[in-house]
């Protein structure tokens, strides 16, 4: 039998679809992290350090190490963000943690960004950098510079060029990780 001797597809009448519900509109609230949150921060960083080059970490942190980040970052006054959903699960995080640690430096501070596999995409990023911009603005920053890998984080390369950081360097070949070597970006932005 040929393909135009089939008779068409049977469709149920109107009133027995089954109608999907639309999908909940993507929402979030940004705000400062707690200690309740760490677990969650945890396990998002985990996932890029396993999975990915994002981060040129080999070795994930415990959670002992990032209470101590936690409660380094806050007696600084540093910035230490959480996006999370309308039921309270962990988005994304974003921090400001000291440059480099001699008193000179107090006013720069290196900024990380990192989402749930499943934020990404949705501008959630933006908002989280925008929102750690303002906060670092606040807590008297002046300068937040960003290392980003040169391969595997072109998307972390575009969101920080959308909000004015400037390349003011690369360094090729200078980590290896998954057998590979990798280069870095270093990106600047003068928040005063």
């Not at 040929?2 to 929402?27: D, G, N, Q």
Request: aromatic share 10%; proline share 6%; with cysteine.
């Amino acid at each position: 039998m040929l393909e135009e001797e089939y008779s068409p597809a049977r469709r149920r009448p109107f009133h027995l679809r089954r109608i999907e519900p639309p999908e909940a509109p993507f929402s979030y609230e940004i705000r400062p992290a707690t200690a309740r949150d760490l677990p969650d921060v945890r396990a998002i960083y985990d996932h890029y350090v396993v999975n990915t080059m994002v981060t040129l970490d080999t070795e994930v942190k415990s959670l002992r190490q990032w209470r101590s980040t936690f409660a380094y970052v806050t007696r600084l006054g540093l910035p230490f963000l959480v996006a999370v959903s309308p039921t309270g699960q962990v988005l994304g995080y974003a921090i400001c943690e000291p440059w480099i640690q001699k008193r000179a430096y107090r006013f720069t501070a290196e900024e990380s960004i990192y989402l749930r596999p499943a934020s990404t995409g949705k501008g959630l990023g933006k908002a989280l950098l925008s929102a750690l911009i303002d906060a670092g603005r606040q807590a008297g920053l002046k300068q937040l510079l960003a290392v980003v890998a040169d391969s595997g984080a072109e998307s972390s390369l575009a969101l920080h060029a959308s909000l004015g950081f400037k390349e003011t360097g690369r360094m090729g070949r200078v980590a290896q990780k998954f057998g590979r070597w990798i280069g870095t970006v270093m990106l600047q932005k003068s928040i005063r």
